[in-house]
Nanobody, 117 residues
C-alpha cells in the first residue's frame, strides 16, 4: 500500500531548528504537489508549506512561517523536506505530509514537534 512516512520531529528550545522528512514508498508523487500540514493541540490541521514535485518547485508558505521554514525536494529519494528554523512555541504540533489534493493516500502518523520557551 502506498504511503508517506514523516520523521525528524523532536523537542527543541525556542530559536532552535529541526529538519522534517516526508518519504514516499515508491513513486507516489507522480508530479503532484506535496504539502506539509501542522495540527496544534485542539486545533484543525493547517497547511504550512507546499512544493511542486516536477518542473519548477514553486514553494508556498503560510504567512506565519515565511522566512523561517524552507521546503525542498529530493525526488530521486522520493523525499520532501521541511527545514524549521527560529522555532517558536506556537510552531508546536504534529506535522503531516500528503499530496495536494489529499485524496488517494491515507494520512500517516505525523511527526511531533514541541517547542519550549
Amino acid at each position: 500500500q502506498a504511503q508517506l512516512v514523516e520523521s525528524g520531529g523532536g523537542l527543541v528550545q525556542a530559536g532552535g531548528s529541526l529538519r522534517l522528512s516526508c518519504t514516499a514508498s515508491g513513486k507516489i508523487f507522480d508530479g503532484k504537489p506535496v504539502g506539509w500540514w501542522r495540527q496544534a493541540p485542539g486545533k484543525q490541521r493547517q497547511l504550512v508549506a507546499s512544493i511542486q514535485t516536477s518542473g519548477r518547485p514553486l514553494p508556498y508558505y503560510r504567512d506565519s512561517v515565511k522566512g523561517r521554514f524552507t521546503i525542498s525536494r529530493e525526488i530521486a529519494k522520493n523525499t520532501i523536506y521541511l527545514q524549521l528554523s527560529d522555532l517558536k512555541p506556537e510552531d508546536t504540533g504534529v506535522y503531516f505530509c500528503n499530496l495536494i489534493p489529499t485524496i488517494g493516500i491515507s494520512w500517516g502518523q505525523g511527526t511531533q514537534v514541541t517547542v519550549y520557551s
